[in-house]
T-cell receptor, first 114, second 114 residues
């Protein structure tokens, strides 16, 4: 069983640029959630995708957008990067969208915005 | 709005000591799910346990035990006879039934010294 993978591992961008982060879900999982984890804080929910449709969104501006593909992999896009976007971005997959499903996390993408 | 509070930012113990990590939550939902995750130095969050709001039975798994008390909105985690490998950041999380959003606390950093 292949776990959740994310790419790239690290990324450095400058303010105003755009970035795309990628996530492959675990085999058999149709739901992907994205989180932002700032240093010393817990993961903050960005949004969740279930079978290619958005299924819930946290308090993030519209410049954070996502996509889920038919194979259930997912992308997180961030436009007009700001310094505060510097964080670890975590992807988690689960068997379904219900809140009772445990999430399997990837290793994260460390984004630095200069 | 949902909220999870982990009041203990850092805890340091000596190997073989017992340690309890506190978690207090707030929600207006009558059905919800509580989780504990472990984030070792390698970075990937690992699922430890799930509890639904209707099941207040305590659970024991090896050296780990969890105490869920709805009356005090708490879901505490105890490690008995701690080991150096238990050193990690531990997160408590709360999930809604269907909307997909998970709310995490800011974590407790546990250091177990030999």
């Amino acid at each position: 069983e292949t776990g959740v993978t994310q790419s790239p591992t690290h990324l450095i961008k400058t303010r105003g640029q755009q970035v795309t982060l990628r996530c492959s879900s675990q085999s058999g999982h149709n739901t992907v959630s994205w989180y932002q984890q700032a240093l010393g804080q817990g993961p903050q929910f960005i949004f969740q995708y279930y079978r290619e449709e958005e299924n819930g969104r946290g308090n993030f501006p519209p410049r954070f957008s996502g996509l889920q593909f038919p194979n259930y992999s997912s992308e997180l896009n961030v436009n007009a990067l700001e310094l505060d976007d510097s964080a670890l971005y975590l992807c988690a997959s689960s068997r379904s969208r219900g809140g009772d499903n445990e999430q399997f996390f990837g290793p994260g993408t460390r984004l630095t915005v200069l | 709005a949902q909220k999870v509070t982990q009041a203990q930012t850092e805890i340091s113990v000596v190997e073989k000591e017992d340690v309890t990590l506190d978690c207090v939550y707030e929600t207006r939902d009558t059905t919800y799910y509580l989780f504990w995750y472990k984030q070792p130095p390698s970075g990937e969050l690992v699922f430890l346990i799930r509890r639904n709001s209707f099941d207040e039975q305590n659970e024991i798994s090896g050296r780990y035990s969890w105490n869920f008390q709805k009356s005090t909105s708490s879901f505490n985690f105890t490690i008995t006879a701690s080991q150096v490998v238990d050193s990690a950041v531990y997160f408590c999380a709360l999930s809604e039934t269907n909307a997909g959003k998970s709310t995490f606390g800011d974590g407790t950093t546990l250091t177990v010294k030999p």
